[in-house]
């Protein structure tokens, strides 16, 4: 095809518009370290049902359940009368019609329009039936993988010390196969592009006629085209401070489009199509209404339940876990032993951000601040692993190290076959070097965030992280600690426990007023999330009778959760080996004794906290800046791979493969996924996952509450934009936050 000349000054987009649509892609993080994120991340400036209007614009998506859906709660009273006329007098401001359920039901059915934006791709396929658009995210999935490929293929791409746009340039300039498809001089244009990506943006976007007010939304559309490809540059752009990928991508995508002009007359990148909206008045009104008849059950929940301060008996045993909703059943099976047994929710790296076999173990909102790593290695085994691996891997040696270590291969795959394998849990003693006054600011900070008293602690505190074991699932990492970075907390609960037994650092606590009793002992744990055990570690500071009376509580209480998770959890072959965090649905702060009576159905992320205490707030800024942020990425996780499992989800686990190491195709070709698999949210025959935005529930003065939003403007648009609901709780007085910082008292 003829390629125009570059634009003139007059028609170059600003680089602001082409950031702006870049930074609305999320990171997609690696397989290895699967962190929960908001798949919604770069659009929560915008109100919830803005977003939802812009993804069935640009990603051609609904962000809603569908009405079949809604109508199915509806008739089983997830849905409640009174919430739907609340809701939809709160969305239109208008009054609520007579009979709100019948009003929801009849709506429910009825279509809006919605104006789609196109690629090039888009416009040919919806205009003559083929299919481009796949052909193009195949053409550019093969390179990218091949790119960033982190050791999964022995071949690497020529081109791999270049940048991605480079890369990809030399390549395509050689490749005939869009030319063998039909895609008439593609390798002229390519070869014509300019050798930055910026050059190259501006350029392909002239040749493309694209400029007016829908630039951002068409370069939108883009990179949702590839959504996956593009979530993962934008991860690894965060991991590589300076490299524009998310540009590249870019650049590269509307190469294809440009290309695919040289086939079509026709096509106005300023005109799209009108298709059915998935996102309707009703359908909002009914996720609105869901979501009320879920708060007013828990707060009704919660208002009931005794408040007041812990007895001032001593314990026998506290138990600190994370705030992770699957720790939630654990701590009732753990407590309903005795009075004397507390239990604590806490962020389950435990105030110690740390890097550890070049991994960080914290939230990715945070960098760890020191190095821990393991007291043994065995350096000869790494070297034999990894001659074996390119032995196996060569293109000569590969048949013949089969059949050579075909008998050992045997003998692990009839292993897995009857169940015997099993996947280890713990590490080695560890070791670090941390100056004494780091170490001791790291316990004093853990302690107050704790909102424990000092004084009181038991003689056995359980600091207890937790982690799956699953076997053969790339998705692994998802089902261990979300607060840990896709990591197990084992290591961080190990850390803070020897810390908190170290001498010197109680010595120099002692100084600061903290005084921790001389007989109190702390103990690392690990909660095995798919069996429900807990696993000790560095348990010789404990007394013989100690330890067999922390083992039998802690059995009890594995035992009264028993399930099929052993089994589940050595099946090479099972693809629900956990449930993870489905059902999440609320962030609670407050004290122990809000929910110790209450069974809370493993819906809940448990965080205490005690607001007499936190004198200056700060405790109250730490939760709702870091660990309700976390929780609210987590929710949205879930959430936006429930509504539209096709665009933020992975879809079924059973037919995915593992590209680079670092994500997964959904057969053998395709856009990278993103989200959950299927599996993870599916029983097969119904939803496990009820798709609810985040309740938190926050026993604290609104005032303090206002103080810690104002300071932190990204939480403030979580909970303005309607991307989480925050309730605050006095007593048995209970308030929502509504936009514009109006609190709404709630009936309970």
């Keep these: 095809?003829?390629?125009?000349?570059?634009?003139?000054?007059?028609?170059?987009?600003?680089?602001?518009?082409?950031?702006?649509?870049?930074?609305?892609?999320?990171p997609?993080?690696?397989?290895?370290?699967?962190?929960?994120v908001n798949p919604f991340l770069g659009l929560t400036g915008r109100t919830f049902q803005d977003a939802a209007r812009l993804i069935d614009s640009v990603g051609h998506g609904r962000m809603l359940m569908t009405a079949e859906y809604y109508r199915q709660q509806l008739g089983a009273g997830a849905i409640r009368g009174e919430q739907i006329a609340a809701a939809y007098t709160d969305y239109t401001g208008l009054p609520t019609p007579e009979d709100a359920a019948k009003w929801l039901e009849s709506e429910l059915g009825r279509n809006e329009e919605s104006a789609r934006i196109l690629t090039v791709a888009d416009w040919i396929d919806h205009t003559r039936g083929t299919q481009w658009a796949g052909f193009v995210t195949d053409e550019i999935s093969k390179w990218f993988s091949s790119y960033y490929d982190r050791g999964q293929s022995r071949w690497e791409m020529p081109w791999n010390d270049e940048s991605l746009y480079g890369a990809w340039k030399h390549a395509a300039s050689l490749d005939r196969n869009p030319?063998?498809?039909?895609?008439?001089?593609?390798?002229?244009?390519?070869?014509?592009?300019?050798?930055?990506?910026?050059?190259?943006?501006?350029?392909?976007?002239?040749?493309?006629?694209?400029?007016?007010?829908?630039?951002?939304?068409?370069?939108?559309?883009?990179?949702?085209?590839?959504?996956?490809?593009?979530?993962?540059?934008?991860?690894?752009?965060?991991?590589?401070?300076?490299?524009?990928l998310t540009r590249q991508v870019l650049a590269i995508r509307l190469a294809y489009d440009a290309a695919l002009l040289g086939i079509v007359e026709g096509y106005d990148a300023q005109h799209g199509i009108t298709a059915p909206s998935s996102f309707t008045a009703a359908g909002y009104i009914a996720q609105?209404?869901?979501?009320?008849?879920?708060?007013?059950?828990?707060?009704?929940?919660?208002?009931?339940?005794?408040?007041?301060?812990?007895?001032?008996?001593?314990?026998?045993?506290q138990a600190v876990f994370c705030i992770d909703v699957r720790s939630e059943a654990y701590r009732r099976a753990l407590e309903?032993?005795?009075?004397?047994?507390?239990?604590?929710?806490?962020?389950?790296?435990?105030?110690?951000?740390?890097?550890?076999?070049?991994?960080?173990?914290?939230?990715?909102?945070?960098?760890?601040?020191?190095?821990?790593?393991?007291?043994?290695?065995?350096?000869?085994?790494?070297?034999?692993?990894?001659?074996?691996e390119k032995?196996?891997?060569?293109?000569?040696?590969?048949?013949?190290?089969?059949?050579?270590?075909?008998?050992?291969?045997?003998?692990?795959?009839?292993?897995?076959?009857?169940?015997?394998?099993?996947?280890?849990?713990?590490?080695?003693?560890?070791?670090?070097?941390?100056?004494?006054?780091?170490?001791?600011?790291?316990?004093?900070?853990?302690?107050?965030?704790?909102?424990?008293?000092?004084?009181?602690?038991?003689?056995?505190?359980?600091?207890?992280?937790?982690?799956?074991?699953?076997?053969?699932?790339?998705?692994?990492?998802?089902?261990?600690?979300?607060?840990?970075?896709?990591?197990?907390?084992?290591?961080?609960?190990?850390?803070?426990?020897?810390?908190?037994?170290?001498t010197e650092v109680r010595h120099e606590l002692r100084g600061?007023?903290?005084?921790?009793?001389?007989?109190?002992?702390f103990v690392a744990g690990l909660h095995?999330?798919?069996?429900?055990?807990?696993?000790?570690?560095?348990?010789?500071?404990?007394?013989?009778?100690?330890?067999?009376?922390?083992?039998?509580?802690?059995?009890?209480?594995?035992?009264?959760?028993?399930?099929?998770?052993?089994?589940?959890?050595?099946?090479?072959?099972?693809?629900?080996?956990?449930?993870?965090?489905?059902?999440?649905?609320?962030?609670?702060?407050?004290p122990r004794s809000r929910t110790r009576a209450l069974d809370l159905g493993g819906r809940a992320f448990l965080h205490d906290y005690d607001s007499t205490a936190d004198t200056d707030g700060s405790v109250l800024n730490l939760i709702l800046a870091a660990p309700v942020v976390v929780a609210s990425w987590i929710n949205l996780q879930y959430y936006g791979s429930t509504v539209n499992n096709g665009l933020f989800g992975s879809g079924n686990k059973v037919l995915h493969n593992v590209v680079g190491t670092f994500g997964v195709w959904e057969g053998n070709a395709g856009d990278l996924r993103t989200g959950l698999p299927m599996q993870s949210l599916h029983d097969g025959r119904k939803w496990v996952h009820e798709p609810l935005r985040l309740q938190v529930f926050v026993e604290a003065p609104r005032a303090s509450i206002d103080a810690v939003l104002e300071a932190h403007p990204e939480v403030r648009e979580l909970v303005e934009n309607d991307w989480i609901h925050l309730i605050a709780m006095d007593g048995d007085a209970f308030s929502e936050r509504k936009p514009a910082g109006v609190w709404r008292r709630m009936g309970v």
């Design 1 to 26: 095809m003829p390629v125009k000349s570059l634009p003139s000054i007059e028609t170059t987009i600003p680089t602001s518009v082409i950031d702006a649509a870049c930074s609305r892609i999320p």
């Design 28 to 36: 997609l993080w690696p397989l290895q370290n699967f962190v929960a």
């Design 179 to 244: 030319e063998v498809h039909g895609l008439r001089g593609f390798r002229s244009l390519v070869r014509a592009l300019p050798e930055s990506e910026d050059a190259a943006i501006q350029h392909l976007l002239f040749l493309l006629g694209v400029n007016g007010g829908q630039v951002e939304d068409f370069l939108h559309r883009q990179l949702m085209s590839i959504f996956g490809w593009s979530a993962w540059s934008a991860y690894m752009e965060r991991q590589l401070p300076g490299d524009m």
């Design 288 to 317: 609105l209404a869901a979501e009320g008849t879920f708060r007013s059950a828990l707060a009704a929940k919660l208002a009931a339940a005794p408040v007041g301060k812990r007895g001032t008996s001593r314990k026998r045993l």
């Design 336 to 388: 309903s032993q005795a009075e004397e047994i507390e239990t604590i929710g806490f962020a389950g790296f435990f105030g110690m951000a740390l890097e550890f076999q070049g991994s960080a173990l914290c939230p990715v909102l945070l960098s760890p601040g020191y190095q821990v790593k393991s007291g043994t290695m065995n350096p000869g085994k790494g070297w034999l692993s990894g001659a074996w």
């Design 391 to 502: 032995l196996r891997a060569s293109a000569s040696a590969c048949f013949p190290a089969v059949e050579t270590g075909g008998l050992w291969y045997g003998a692990a795959i009839l292993k897995r076959l009857l169940g015997l394998q099993d996947a280890r849990v713990g590490i080695p003693k560890l070791e670090w070097q941390i100056p004494l006054e780091s170490r001791v600011q790291l316990v004093a900070d853990a302690l107050r965030n704790m909102s424990v008293s000092v004084r009181d602690l038991a003689p056995i505190v359980l600091i207890c992280g937790h982690g799956s074991r699953t076997d053969n699932n790339p998705y692994g990492s998802s089902l261990d600690c979300g607060a840990c970075g896709g990591h197990k907390g084992d290591v961080n609960a190990r850390f803070a426990a020897a810390l908190m037994n170290d």
């Design 512 to 521: 600061r007023g903290i005084l921790i009793p001389t007989d109190t002992v």
């Design 528 to 590: 095995v999330t798919t069996t429900n055990e807990v696993v000790l570690y560095d348990t010789e500071l404990l007394t013989p009778a100690q330890s067999e009376q922390l083992q039998a509580w802690l059995r009890h209480a594995s035992e009264s959760l028993a399930s099929d998770g052993v089994k589940r959890s050595r099946d090479w072959s099972e693809v629900r080996p956990e449930w993870g965090l489905a059902g999440n649905a609320a962030f609670i702060a407050a």
